[in-house]
T-cell receptor, first 115, second 115 residues
Framework: DVKVTQSSRYLVKRTGEKVFLECVQDMDHENMFWYRQDPGLGLRLIYF???????EKGDIPEGYSVSREKKERFSLILESASTNQTSMYLCASSFWREGPTGELFFGEGSRLTVL | AQKITQTQPGMFVQEKEAVTLDCTYD???????LFWYKQPSSGEMIFLIY??????QNATEGRYSLNFQKARKSANLVISASQLGDSAMYFC????????????FGSGTRLQVQP
């Protein structure tokens, strides 16, 4: 089975702290994604990556950055956490395919609270 | 760009009855894929079913079927014979042929199955 592992299920941080959310997948997937989930808004794409050292902005990249130094690992970084970044963060991965097929495989999520 | 609309924030259904969760979409891509995910209270995202825009038949996976009406741009999920374990958030998502490889998600529908 595909396994996507997020380093922390629950985090509590203070405003202004630097926060690292780590994600590792074990299926050699080319694509990796970071989403944010908020009630009533669904999942919104923050950043994604097609390959090592490659990244592209999603719909809500402000206040976030990412790093992909190895194919299996995709990190989300909050340079200076703010209270409006309190949310559930979901990492996902997928194979590259031609066309619109191919589901995303998700980690269990990281619930971040910024005080 | 793609857009997914789920207009039912919450739904109730009696155990053993069928339920339809609504999803409408908008895209300029000539080819696209539609996905449904289930998110139980534990938080993991579970892939349920996929429908390609050029598929001739509606997709089915066990008790899940996708009522795809291309002209109306709708992709409703039908769950037959509801079970208590079906209580969860359900998200509709899509990806186009062109553009980025990420999925665009709707805001979700919370389904509660009552005994």
């Amino acid at each position: 089975d595909v396994k996507v592992t997020q380093s922390s299920r629950y985090l509590v941080k203070r405003t202004g702290e630097k926060v690292f959310l780590e994600c590792v997948q074990d299926m050699d997937h080319e694509n990796m994604f970071w989403y944010r989930q908020d009630p009533g808004l669904g999942l919104r794409l923050i950043y994604f990556s097609y390959d090592v050292k490659m990244k592209e902005k999603g719909d809500i990249p402000e206040g976030y950055s990412v790093s992909r130094e190895k194919k299996e690992r995709f990190s989300l970084i909050l340079e200076s956490a703010s209270t409006n970044q309190t949310s559930m963060y979901l990492c996902a991965s997928s194979f590259w395919r031609e066309g619109p097929t191919g589901e995303l495989f998700f980690g269990e999520g990281s619930r971040l609270t910024v005080l | 760009a793609q857009k997914i609309t789920q207009t039912q924030p919450g739904m109730f259904v009696q155990e053993k009855e069928a339920v339809t969760l609504d999803c409408t979409y908008d895209t300029s891509d000539p080819s696209y894929g539609l996905f449904w995910y289930k998110q139980p209270s534990s938080g993991e995202m579970i892939f349920l079913i996929y429908q390609g825009s050029y598929d001739q038949q509606n997709a089915t996976e066990g008790r899940y079927s996708l009522n795809f009406q291309k002209a109306r741009k709708s992709a409703n999920l039908v769950i037959s014979a509801s079970q208590l374990g079906d209580s969860a958030m359900y998200f509709c998502a899509m990806r186009g042929l062109t553009g980025r490889r990420a999925l665009t998600f709707g805001s979700g529908t919370r389904l509660q199955v009552q005994p």
